[in-house]
């Protein structure tokens, strides 16, 4: 059962009906699914979820698939919550903690988004599914399309990882390259997919439609119950379109609504490469929206996003947390990549090292102290950046 009230535009607050098919706001903005939670409270309470499956559908209630025939799952969610103690006393942070994205399916988190949007697909009748994607994105898409037996076109950049690409095809989906970014394939798969004939095809991009957010927001659940119901001081997350920031960032305001937690949320801290920065432009500079990047470059594929559609909703986040967006280069990147593998037998993806890159930075420059339990949002498995690994084996 959902309690879907209705839709709400994260910009201009418009509404719109639930149970139909939509993109974006008229005004350009994302759409956010917004529920009955006082009813949804009555049955979603932190003591009975001992009795669920261990996968983000124990969420239904602040889902927004109304039937359960809808439901396309891999069994995604519910992924380990690792203490990195001999990583945590090097660094001075005894409460640091991994959150272990890669054991999803596909090994990223991208299934979260991907396994609520197939799903609604599913229940609005939709059967074509379209993305651009500089790789995990488009794996989860074209696995949650085949398990539904639907149709996935995926927009590639020609420098994403040979194995996402592979992954893709594998699945069954049509999968273009394009020259340039993540921005390039959308704009070529709107063109495309508008005016060869193939009608029926719906855009399921970060943030262009409202259910890919939905999926994400489960991080937040899960981590204040592997947590006992406390809330993480700081969660630093790699952040390229911002999707599972957002998400989070929306899923603690509704758990205290739901009486799960008070009203302390933690500092929200985002990602990117010095090669392709935005939003860390933009916060330095106090603006509302982040301006495009030119000539992105940088050897975490997911975060090579040169402009977010949500980009004034992950600064607003960053600024109501008391949080802060910083760049890292690649090459600290990658070092992190080896530092987590050698110290705490995980193998993540650059973005992952990025967090790591980015939490040594935050230490040193004292917005945190050895006090505080922090998360590290380990988004992908670091296996699909064969071309990553070869530049590491080849550094030893």
């Given at each position: ?273 010095a090669g392709c920065a935005p939003v860390v432009r933009a916060f330095a500079n106090r603006a509302e929206r982040a301006e495009e990047w030119e000539n992105p470059e940088t050897v975490a594929s997911g975060l090579r996003v040169p402009s977010a559609v949500g980009d004034f909703l992950i600064l607003r986040a960053l600024r109501e947390s008391r949080g802060a967006a910083l760049a890292v280069e690649d090459v600290t990147m990658l070092d992190a990549v080896r530092e987590l593998a050698e110290m705490e ?52």
């Amino acid at each position: 059962m959902s309690f879907v009230t209705h839709l709400e535009c994260g910009r201009c607050g418009k509404q719109f009906e639930p149970g139909k098919v939509y993109n974006l706001c008229d005004c350009g903005s994302p759409l956010l699914a917004r529920y009955d939670l006082g009813q949804a409270a009555r049955t979603l309470s932190r003591d009975r979820m001992a009795r669920r499956p261990a996968n983000l559908w124990r969420y239904r209630e602040v889902l927004p698939v109304a039937r359960e025939s809808s439901i396309v799952s891999l069994g995604e969610g519910f992924t380990p919550l690792i203490h990195a103690e001999r990583l945590g006393e090097k660094l001075g942070l005894p409460n640091l903690h991994l959150k272990d994205e890669s054991a999803n399916p596909t090994g990223s988190f991208k299934a979260r988004g991907l396994a609520v949007a197939v799903s609604m697909a599913r229940e609005l009748g939709i059967r074509k599914l379209a993305m651009p994607s500089a790789g995990n994105a488009g794996g989860a898409l074209a696995a949650y399309a085949a398990r539904a037996g639907m149709e996935a076109a995926v927009f590639m950049p020609d420098g994403t990882p040979l194995a996402n690409r592979l992954e893709c095809s594998l699945l069954g989906a049509r999968v273009e390259t394009v020259a340039g970014s993540i921005k390039d394939c959308g704009r070529v798969m709107r063109e495309r997919l508008g005016a060869n004939g193939d009608d029926g095809w719906f855009d399921v991009s970060t943030l262009r439609e409202p259910y890919r957010l939905e999926g994400k927001k489960t991080m937040a659940y899960e981590l204040v119950e592997q947590l006992e119901g406390a809330v993480p001081d700081a969660i630093v997350y790699p952040t390229g379109g911002g999707t599972g920031l957002i998400g989070m960032w929306k899923a603690f305001a509704e758990m205290e609504e739901l009486g799960w937690i008070g009203a302390r949320r933690p500092r929200m801290f985002a990602v990117q490469s010095a090669g392709c920065a935005p939003v860390v432009r933009a916060f330095a500079n106090r603006a509302e929206r982040a301006e495009e990047w030119e000539n992105p470059e940088t050897v975490a594929s997911g975060l090579r996003v040169p402009s977010a559609v949500g980009d004034f909703l992950i600064l607003r986040a960053l600024r109501e947390s008391r949080g802060a967006a910083l760049a890292v280069e690649d090459v600290t990147m990658l070092d992190a990549v080896r530092e987590l593998a050698e110290m705490e037998g995980l193998v993540t993806s650059p973005e992952g090292g990025a967090t790591l890159a980015a939490l040594k930075r935050l230490v040193a420059d004292g917005f945190l102290a050895g006090y505080e339990t922090v998360v590290l949002l380990l988004t992908g498995s670091g296996y699909k950046y064969v071309e990553v690994l070869q530049i590491l084996a080849r550094s030893q």
